[in-house]
């Protein structure tokens, strides 16, 4: 963990899964900030089903934090990497929505930055999206990243596209935010 800078400015908690393209839209939801001082990063173990309680020893939960802390100090020596932040990180156990809510509520926080999948609505509505109960709950504004789709390979055929670009954003912000 970084303590080496001091400077004043928005403290930031920033909720990842380690799902493809999550080094991209961290460091494009940092970029869009130019008074970032505090990072903390925070993942969560997903155990918020009761059902699982009965079958997961505690070995397994000590196992998935192991692999979690390798992929959380790679992540953090990249967020070091753009700015001197101060980097901190946490890994939690539970329900993530409820876990990134209750930091949120802290008043540790100024803004919260997370990426969003892009099930899309129907999904999102059959399988609850942690993003869209954050987006509804948090109590500080929360700016959202999501992966840009790619386009399909119909989309060429039909004459949609002139060619594919290997050059395109991996993501672009979702214009959702909840301001007091």
């Not at 900030?33 to 070995?59: C, H, Q, W």
């Not at 109590?139 to 789709?149: E, Q």
Request: include cysteine.
């Amino acid at each position: 963990m970084n303590t080496q800078s001091k400077k004043e400015g928005l403290s930031v908690l920033i909720p990842v899964d380690f799902s493809r393209g999550t080094e991209d839209w961290v460091r494009q939801g940092l970029s869009r900030l130019s008074n970032v001082a505090k990072v903390r990063l925070l993942y969560v173990i997903p155990l918020n089903m009761s059902e699982l309680g009965d079958f997961l020893t505690e070995d397994v939960v000590e196992e998935g934090k192991k692999v979690a802390e390798k992929k959380m100090r790679s992540l953090v020596k990249l967020v070091e990497s753009f700015e001197p932040y101060e980097v901190s990180y946490e890994i939690a156990v539970g329900d993530p929505a409820r876990i990134i809510l209750e930091r949120a509520d802290s008043g540790s926080f100024d803004m919260i930055i997370m990426g969003h999948r892009g099930y899309g609505c129907a999904k999102s509505l059959l399988v609850g999206s942690v993003t869209v109960k954050v987006i509804a709950r948090s109590p500080i504004p929360v700016l959202v990243f999501r992966r840009s789709p790619r386009p399909s390979l119909k989309a060429f055929k039909r004459g949609r596209l002139k060619r594919p670009s290997r050059a395109r954003p991996m993501s672009e912000v979702l214009p959702v935010s909840r301001l007091n």
